[in-house]
């Protein structure tokens, strides 16, 4: 009668050296697919070209600045440079159910925006949002 499992290998390798063996095509298939998408990737400079869907519509354009800061600490309110007197005056009356839209400069350090939070804060401003720009 014959054997249905073939005897073991006799080629004097251990159990060991015949899984690295049979490890070695894999390894040069996954170093071959890893070639194909380096390469596959450099071949064109072109950009991808947009999605059906993901074009700025108006509604996700970049919403309106009530206030800005200039880098070098000024204010100002539709274009026009404010005081610290004539600031609460300029900006559009406190509401709960409408935050306070902040653009701030970069550079403008901690300080000086906290001077003007509190001045906020005592117009009765209860959510200020500081809106920034998207890294590119």
Request: hydrophobic fraction near 40%; charge should be negative; avoid cysteine.
């Amino acid at each position: 009668m014959t054997d249905l499992v073939p005897p073991p290998s006799t080629s004097g390798k251990g159990l060991l050296e015949r899984v690295e063996d049979a490890l070695l095509p894999l390894i040069n298939l996954v170093f071959l697919l890893l070639m194909f998408f380096i390469v596959a990737g450099q071949l064109t400079n072109e950009p991808l070209p947009e999605l059906p869907g993901t074009e700025q519509s108006p509604e996700q354009q970049a919403p309106e600045a009530d206030m800005m800061v200039q880098a070098d600490g000024q204010w100002q309110v539709e274009g026009k440079q404010q005081t610290r007197e004539s600031l609460l005056a300029a900006l559009p009356a406190p509401d709960e159910n409408v935050p306070l839209k902040i653009a701030a400069d970069q550079s403008l350090t901690m300080t000086e925006l906290e001077d003007l939070l509190r001045i906020l804060e005592e117009g009765g401003y209860s959510e200020v949002l500081l809106l920034t720009e998207p890294a590119t």
